[in-house]
């Protein structure tokens, strides 16, 4: 059976060739670029992929668009920070010769700060299904973090193999990435009735650090896995904050007169 490959990206250049690269071996690659400013479709279209340019409003909406550009009937999802290991390539050609599944889950592993993430959360870090039948899995239309809708009456699968993923080139984008999602996430906050106040974004971010620290054993990880669980404390605090910030009026006076004697 013939596969598809998209590639969701942003400004990519320094991530876009090995990716796809790693994905040669598929029947049609994909990229669905967000209107890039780098090289990022220069170098996919030097790869021999086909180039799809698609507003950003979202990444269920960008997922789905991505899909419907993708002429096969199996589809792999892949993420420009993702590397498809020989293993996983051997694994889903095998399974599509006999498919029990129309969705497969493939698990992750994180590289970060010059070693593998065990725990954190981020071993084995299913996202959504990433290989899938066409016309048999959707995603829901949440600007960050989108889920999926499963369409068939069969139980989802997994592969064994894992995919590899380098989320951070460097604390830069861990920074950048925590300002974008958070933003993303306002939201989801306010579809969900969702209020805030600077206690509660402390609160809820607390919350992150220990879920991700202590629950996931991000401990156990070192000094990475506290990188981890501080960063996902700035995400989640950043994002009830924004959500504060959008519930209120703040104005910068216009009388710049002391008014507090």
Known sequence: MKVSVYIIAFNEEEKIRECINSVLWADEIILADSYST???????????VKVVNIKFSGFG???NEAVKNCSNDWILSIDADER????????????????????????RRNFFMGRWIRYSGWYPNYRQPQLFKKNMM?????????????LSSKQIGKLNSSIWQIPFKDFTEVVHKANKYSSLGVQKLKDRGKNSNV???????????????????GILDGGPGFV??????????????????????????????????
Do not use: M
């Open 38 to 48: 780098d090289n990022t479709p220069i170098i996919a279209q030097e790869l021999g």
């Open 61 to 63: 909406n960008l997922r």
């Open 199 to 217: 206690l509660i974004a402390f609160l809820h971010g607390f919350w992150a650090f220990f879920k991700h620290y202590f629950l996931k054993l």
């Open 228 to 261: 981890i669980a501080f960063s996902n404390f700035e995400g989640t605090f950043y994002r009830y904050l924004k959500l504060y910030e959008d519930s209120q009026n703040w104005e910068v006076p216009k009388n710049y007169k002391e008014s507090n004697k």
């Open 84 to 107: 498809c290991t020989p293993e996983v390539e051997n694994e889903i050609k095998s399974i599509l010769k006999a498919p029990k599944s129309d969705i497969y889950f493939i698990p």
């Open 138 to 150: 959707t995603y829901d239309l949440k600007p960050v973090h989108e889920g999926y809708i499963s």
